[in-house]
C-alpha cells in the first residue's frame, strides 16, 4: 500500500490524499459522471415545464415554433455534432500522446463552438428586431398568425386555432431561457477548452496523465446532447402540427 | 468518564495535530483538511442558527398577544419568512453533513481526505456567499413571501427583495450538491483496504443516502429559482396565470426539491443516532442491513411524495390518492429504523452519558413527529390541518426534535475527537434535559392549536388560541436556554475541558482508533479494515488498536 | 378576556364528524406507539444499564422481527390510507342540488354572491341542514378557504375556478380563515361563517338581496356586452348557442372536447380562441380584464341558468332559494 503511494507520487498530477493514481482517476471519473447527472436534472427541470405547456398550449407553441430559423437551427446542430467529433479526435490524441493533434483539435472545437455562438447570436438579433422577446415590446402581430394558419394548412391540420399571445410569449420565454442556459454552458465549455489548449500545448498531458481532457470532453458531449433534444423540441414543432389528429 | 482523562495535560500542545499545524487566518481560509472545513462550516452554521434563533424569539413575543401589536404584518412576514429561509438553508440541510459529516466521513473510512478537498473549500465558500445574499436579502428590507416562494405572489405581487434571497437559495444549494458530490465519490472509492460496504457505520450509510438526494434534488430546485428569477425580473409568463402560466407547476417543481430536502436534514441525524445507541450499548445495532438499506429506501421513496403538500391545491384527486399512498410508504423505512434502534437496547449495557440523552430525545420527539405525519399524509385529515399549527407542529418535531438532536448529539460524542477536551458533563445532561422540555413545551401545543384550525403564517388570532400560544411561547424561552448552555461550555471547554485522550468513550470504529485532535492526515498509517464498524464483543478480549 | 383553553374544534358538519373519527383512530394509533416505545426504551435503558448489566450481549438481529414490523406497520398505515382517501373522495364529490353560492378571494377579503343576488363581504350565512357548495376563484394570488368548524378547506386559485362543499349540523358562528399565506394581511383575511335555521337564513335572504338574482345581473351583463349578438339559439348565429350548454360535452375545433364546467365557461370569455367550438370561426374577441371576477361569475350563473329555456327554474337553483320574492325584478 504504501509502496504503491510512493511510486504514484512521482507525477506531479499526483494529490496525495489519494493512494494511487489510478484511485485518483476513478475518484475524479465519478466525479465527473455525477455532475453530469446534476446537469441533467437542472435542465431535466426546464424539459418538465417545456412540455407541459407545450401539452396544453400546442397550437401556440407551434405558431411560435415556426418563427425560429429551421435552416440556421439545423447548421448550429450540423457544427455541434462536428464539435463533437473534433473532441472526440481530441480526446483520442491526448490517449495516443500526440501533442500537436490535440492541440489541433482542441482549438477545433472551439472554433467550431465559437461558431454555433455566432450563429445564436445572429438567430437572438433577428429574434430582437422582431419584437419576439418577451416583455413589454413583445408582438407577434397577424402576419406570423398568417404564415402559422397557410403552414399549418398546408399541412392539412385541424389545430391551427387557440394561438394567444400570452401563451406564444411562453413559448418565447422558455426558448430564451433553454437556448441561454444552453449557450451559457458553451461559454463555459468554451472556456474549459481555451485553458485545457494553452496547457496541451505546454505539455502538461500525456497518455499517463489527460483526464482533464477526458472530462472536459464527457461535458462537452453532454452540453451537444442537451441540443440535440433543444432543436427537435424547439425548432420542429410544426413538423409535428400534421400528424395530430 | 473522568477515568478516562488520565493522559498529561500539555500533550495536546506537544503534538501535531489539525488544529496546531498551521496558524493565522490564511491557514483556515485556504485549508483543504476536509476537518478545518467541518469547523469552518460549524461556526458559520452556528451564526446562521443564532439568526435564524433570533427571528424565532420574534415570532413567539409577537403571538405572546392575539392582537398583532409587536410589528407590523409586514415587518412580521418577513421575519418568519426570514426564519424559515435561514434556519431550512442555512443551517438544517448543511448542519449534520457539512459538519459532521465532513469531519468524519473520510476517518470512518480510513481516508486521508474526501475525494476532492478543493471542491469542500469551494463548497464552503458558495455556502457563504449564499449566506451574504440572504444577508443582503434582510438587511436591505427582507422578503416576505414565506420560505415556500408560493407564485405567483413572490414573481408579481410581493414589493421586497425576493431575488436577492432566490440568488442566496440557488448559491447555496450549489454547495450542497458540491458537499453531495465529494461524499458520494469518497464513499464509493476512498475507502480503506478491507473496509467492504457493510462494514461501513451507518452514519456513513445515512450520509450517503442524504448526498445522493443533494445531488438528484438540489438541481431541480436551482432551475426553478432561475425561472422565479427570470419571471419577477422580466415578467415572462412561466409562472404567471395572467399569462397563461400555471402556479401549481411551480409548487410541484419546487416540492419535489424540498420535500427530499427533509432527508436530506434527517437522514445524517438519523445516521448520528446508530452510532450513539450502538456506542452507549456497547452493541452492533440490531439489524444493520435493515438500517442501512431503510436510508436508502427512505431516499428513493422520499423522491416520490411531493405532492403530499398539495392536497388542497387543486390537484387531481387520483394524483392526491398516489402521493398519499406513497408517503405511507416512506413511513414504513422510518418507522423500521426506530424499531431497531429501540431493540439494540435489549441486553446492551447501557450508559447515560450526554450524548445518549440526546438519543433517547431523538427518539421520544422523532416518533411524535414521524406519528404525526400518520395525520398529515392521511388525506381526509390533511385537509383540515394543512397549512395550520398542525404542520408547524409535525415539521419541528421532525426538524427541530429530530435534525437538532441529532446534531448536538452527535457534536457531544464527537467533540473529544474533534477538539481532543471534554466538555463539563453535568452542564451537558442539564442542557440536553432542558432542551428537550422546552421544545416539548414549545410544540406540543401547536398541535393542539393545529386542530383547533389557527392557520400557520398569522400575525393576529382569535383570541381563544391565546392561552395555547402563550404556552408555546414560554416553552421558546426554555429552549431558547436549552441551545444557549452549550454554546457557552463547548466554547469554554475548547480551552479549560480536561484532555480527552483517542477514545474517551470507548467506542469503536476507526475515527477513535486515531488521536484527538487527530493528525492531518488522520491516520499515522492507513488503517486496515478486520472487521465491523460496531466489533464491541471482539474488541472485549483484544485490547484497543491505535 | 378569560382563562379559554379549548382543546378541541367545533364539530358543526358531517363532514366535521367524519373527519374527528379518523382523527381518533390516528391518535390512538399514535399513542398506542409512543406508549410502547417508549414504555421499551425506559425498560431497556433501566433493566440493561452498565451499573447491573456490564457485559452487553451480541445480538445480530432477527429477520422475523424485521419482517414484523415492517408488515405490521404497513397494513396499519394501508388502513389509515383507504379510510382517508374515502373521506377525501367524498370531500371532492359536492352532492348534487348543493345550494350554489360563489366567492372571490382578493387580497385581503372574501366577497361572496349567493343566487339571489345577496353579497356580502367577509361573512357567510349558510342554512343548517343543507348541502352547501361554494366556487371559488381568486383575484390575484393564491389564497386558501378554510372552515375549520366543517373541517374543510380548499386553495383558490388565480385563473380557475375550485370548489368546497360542506353539510352544516349546528346553529351557530364559525371561524373562517384564509389558510396560504397572501401577503401583507394574511392574518385579516378572515371572517365567519353563519350557520341559520332555513327560516331565519329565508329571512336573511330576503333582506339582502340587491341588485337582482346572480342570474338576472348576469343577464344584463350578457346583454350590456352583446354577447347575445353572436349567441343566438337560431341557426347561422356567429357563435354557439348557449341554452343547455353547462354540464354537456363540447367538441372543439381541431380535434379534442370538454365537459362545459365553469372553468371552461369562464376561460371561453377571457381566452375565446384557447377552445373554439367545432363548426365555429375564431373571431370572438377576448374579455380579458373588461369583466371583474365577479361579473365572471354572474355571467357563469347566467349560462348555467340557460339549461332549460327559463332561466329561473334551473335545477342548480334551490327551490327554497328561489321562492323569496327578490328586491327588484
Known amino acids: ?245 | 468518564m473522568s477515568t478516562a482523562v488520565a493522559t498529561a495535560p500539555e500533550s495536546i500542545h506537544r503534538r501535531r495535530h489539525y488544529l496546531n499545524a498551521d496558524y493565522g487566518i490564511r491557514s483556515w481560509l485556504f485549508t483543504t483538511d476536509h476537518k478545518r472545513i467541518a469547523l469552518l462550516y460549524l461556526f458559520s452554521i452556528t451564526f446562521f442558527f443564532a439568526l435564524g434563533g433570533l427571528f424565532a424569539v420574534l415570532i413567539r413575543l409577537e403571538l405572546l398577544t392575539p392582537a398583532g401589536d409587536l410589528m407590523t404584518s409586514d415587518t412580521y412576514n418577513k421575519v418568519f419568512t426570514m426564519h424559515g429561509i435561514m434556519m431550512v438553508f442555512f443551517f438544517l440541510i448543511p448542519s449534520v453533513p457539512a459538519t459532521l459529516g465532513n469531519f468524519l466521513i473520510p476517518m470512518m473510512i480510513g481516508a486521508r481526505d474526501l475525494a476532492f478537498p478543493k471542491l469542500n473549500l469551494a463548497s464552503w465558500y458558495l455556502f457563504m456567499a449564499g449566506g451574504v445574499f440572504a444577508l443582503y436579502s434582510v438587511v436591505t428590507g427582507g422578503i416576505d413571501t414565506g420560505w415556500t416562494f408560493y407564485t405567483p405572489f413572490s414573481t408579481t405581487y410581493s414589493n421586497t427583495k425576493v431575488i436577492p434571497a432566490a440568488l442566496g437559495i440557488l448559491i447555496a444549494g450549489f454547495s450542497s450538491i458540491f458537499t453531495g458530490l465529494n461524499f458520494i465519490v469518497t464513499v464509493h472509492r476512498m475507502r480503506a483496504p478491507g473496509l467492504t460496504w457493510f462494514r461501513l457505520p451507518l452514519f456513513v450509510w445515512a450520509n450517503y443516502a442524504a448526498s445522493l438526494i443533494m445531488v438528484l434534488g438540489t438541481p431541480v430546485l436551482a432551475i426553478t429559482i432561475i425561472l422565479v428569477f427570470l419571471e419577477r425580473a422580466f415578467h415572462i409568463g412561466i409562472f404567471d396565470p395572467r399569462l397563461g402560466g400555471d402556479p401549481i407547476l411551480f409548487q410541484h417543481l419546487f416540492w419535489f426539491y424540498s420535500h427530499p430536502a427533509v432527508y436530506i436534514m434527517i437522514l445524517p441525524s438519523m445516521g448520528v443516532m446508530s452510532e450513539l445507541i450502538s456506542a452507549f450499548s456497547r452493541k452492533r445495532v440490531f439489524g444493520y442491513s435493515f438500517v442501512a438499506f431503510s436510508s436508502v429506501a427512505i431516499a428513493v421513496f422520499g423522491f416520490l411524495v411531493w405532492g403530499h403538500h398539495m392536497f388542497v391545491s387543486g390537484q387531481s384527486v387520483y394524483a392526491a390518492m398516489v402521493f398519499s399512498i406513497l408517503s405511507y410508504l416512506v413511513a414504513i423505512p422510518s418507522a423500521v429504523k426506530v424499531f431497531n434502534w429501540t431493540a439494540t437496547l435489549y441486553k446492551g449495557s447501557v450508559s447515560y452519558q450526554t450524548p445518549m440523552l440526546y438519543a433517547f430525545g431523538f427518539l421520544g420527539l422523532f416518533t411524535i413527529g414521524g406519528l404525526t405525519g400518520l395525520f398529515l399524509a392521511a388525506l381526509g385529515v390533511d385537509v383540515h390541518v394543512t397549512d395550520t399549527y398542525f404542520v408547524v407542529a409535525h415539521f419541528h418535531y421532525i426538524m427541530v426534535g429530530g435534525v437538532i438532536m441529532g446534531y448536538l448529539g452527535g457534536l457531544h460524542f464527537w467533540w473529544p475527537k474533534i477538539t481532543g477536551r471534554l466538555y463539563p458533563e453535568g452542564w451537558a445532561k442539564l442542557s440536553a434535559l432542558v432542551v428537550f422540555l422546552g421544545f416539548n413545551l414549545t410544540f406540543f401545543p401547536q398541535f393542539v392549536l393545529g386542530y383547533l384550525g389557527m392557520p400557520r403564517r398569522y400575525h393576529a388570532y382569535p383570541e381563544e388560541f391565546q392561552v395555547l400560544n402563550v404556552m408555546s411561547s414560554a416553552g421558546a424561552s426554555i429552549l431558547g436556554v436549552g441551545y444557549l448552555l452549550p454554546l457557552f461550555y463547548l466554547l469554554w471547554s475548547m480551552r479549560y475541558g480536561p484532555e480527552a485522550g483517542p477514545n474517551p468513550f470507548d467506542a469503536r470504529g476507526l475515527e477513535w482508533q486515531t488521536a484527538s485532535p487527530p493528525p492531518t492526515h488522520n491516520f499515522e498509517q492507513v488503517p486496515i479494515v478486520q472487521e465491523e464498524a460496531y466489533a464491541y464483543h471482539a474488541a472485549q478480549e483484544v485490547p484497543v488498536a491505535g | 378576556m378569560g382563562f379559554d383553553l379549548p382543546l378541541f374544534p367545533d364539530q358543526a358538519s358531517t363532514m366535521a364528524t367524519r373527519v374527528d373519527h379518523l382523527y381518533f383512530y390516528l391518535l390512538a394509533v399514535s399513542a398506542f406507539f409512543t406508549i410502547l416505545i417508549t414504555a421499551m426504551l425506559i425498560f431497556f435503558a433501566i433493566r440493561y444499564r452498565r451499573a447491573r448489566h456490564p457485559n452487553a450481549v451480541p445480538i445480530e438481529g432477527s429477520t422475523k422481527l424485521e419482517l414484523a414490523w415492517t408488515g405490521i406497520p404497513l397494513i396499519i398505515a394501508m388502513s389509515m390510507f383507504v379510510w382517508a382517501a374515502n373521506i377525501f373522495f367524498a370531500m371532492n364529490r359536492p352532492p348534487r342540488g348543493a345550494l350554489e353560492i360563489y366567492a372571490v378571494g382578493k387580497q385581503w377579503m372574501w366577497k361572496f354572491e349567493h343566487v339571489g343576488g345577496q353579497r356580502e363581504i367577509n361573512q357567510l350565512h349558510v342554512p343548517v341542514g343543507r348541502d352547501v357548495k361554494l366556487t371559488m376563484i381568486s383575484q390575484d394570488v393564491i389564497h386558501s378557504m378554510f372552515f375549520p368548524a366543517f373541517r374543510v378547506k380548499q386553495d383558490v386559485l388565480p385563473n380557475r375556478y375550485t370548489t368546497v362543499w360542506f353539510h352544516p349540523t349546528k346553529i351557530g358562528t364559525y371561524h373562517l380563515f384564509c389558510a396560504e399565506y397572501c401577503g401583507t394581511k394574511h392574518s385579516g383575511m378572515i371572517g365567519q361563517v353563519v350557520v341559520m335555521e332555513p327560516a331565519q337564513y329565508q329571512a336573511w335572504l330576503a333582506g339582502g338581496a340587491q341588485g337582482g338574482s346572480l342570474v338576472a345581473s348576469g343577464e344584463r351583463l350578457f346583454r350590456d356586452l352583446a354577447c347575445d349578438t353572436c349567441h343566438r339559439p337560431d341557426t347561422g348565429a356567429r357563435g354557439p348557442d348557449l341554452a343547455g350548454l353547462f354540464g354537456k360535452p363540447v367538441r372543439f375545433a381541431g380535434g379534442g372536447s370538454a365537459v362545459a364546467d365553469e372553468t371552461y365557461i369562464r376561460e371561453s370569455i377571457t381566452n375565446p380562441a384557447a377552445k373554439v367550438v367545432e363548426g365555429f370561426q375564431p373571431i370572438m374577441p377576448t374579455f380579458q380584464g373588461q369583466v371583474s371576477e365577479e361579473g365572471l361569475l354572474q355571467l357563469v350563473a347566467y349560462i348555467k341558468s340557460l339549461q332549460t329555456q327559463t332561466p329561473a327554474a334551473a335545477p342548480g337553483a334551490p327551490p327554497a332559494a328561489a321562492a323569496p320574492p327578490r328586491g327588484n325584478p
Do not use: C
Not at chain 1, 139 to 157: D, I, P, Q, V
Not at chain 1, 210 to 223: C, D, K, N, Q, R
Open chain 1, 1 to 245: 500500500m504504501q509502496d504503491s503511494h510512493a511510486a504514484a507520487a512521482h507525477h506531479p498530477a499526483f494529490q496525495h490524499h489519494f493512494e494511487t493514481m489510478e484511485q485518483q482517476r476513478e475518484a475524479s471519473t465519478l466525479g465527473m459522471w455525477l455532475f453530469l447527472i446534476t446537469e441533467i436534472l437542472f435542465f431535466g427541470g426546464m424539459f418538465t415545464v417545456y412540455l407541459v405547456y407545450r401539452n396544453w398550449y400546442f397550437a401556440s407553441f407551434a405558431a411560435g415554433s415556426l418563427t425560429l430559423d429551421l435552416t440556421l437551427g439545423a447548421f448550429n446542430t450540423v457544427v455541434l455534432i462536428g464539435s463533437s467529433l473534433t473532441m472526440a479526435l481530441a480526446v483520442h490524441s491526448a490517449e495516443t500522446g500526440q501533442r500537436n493533434l490535440l492541440v489541433a483539435f482542441l482549438l477545433l472545437t472551439i472554433l467550431l463552438g465559437a461558431t454555433f455562438l455566432g450563429v445564436k447570436a445572429v438567430e437572438y438579433s433577428h429574434k430582437f428586431e422582431e419584437h419576439h422577446v418577451p416583455g413589454p415590446s413583445f408582438r407577434f402581430g397577424s402576419e406570423e398568425l398568417r404564415h402559422f394558419h397557410e403552414e399549418a394548412t398546408a399541412l392539412r391540420s385541424t389545430q391551427i386555432h387557440g394561438v394567444e399571445l400570452g401563451e406564444v410569449q411562453l413559448f418565447f420565454s422558455l426558448y430564451f431561457a433553454m437556448t441561454g442556459m444552453h449557450a451559457l454552458h458553451m461559454v463555459i465549455g468554451i472556456g474549459v477548452l481555451s485553458v485545457l489548449a494553452w496547457k496541451s500545448r505546454r505539455g502538461v498531458y500525456s497518455p499517463e496523465y489527460f483526464a482533464p481532457v477526458e472530462y472536459a470532453g464527457l461535458y462537452w458531449h453532454f452540453v451537444d446532447i442537451v441540443w440535440i433534444f433543444l432543436f427537435p423540441l424547439l425548432y420542429l414543432i410544426t413538423r409535428h402540427v400534421g400528424v395530430h389528429p
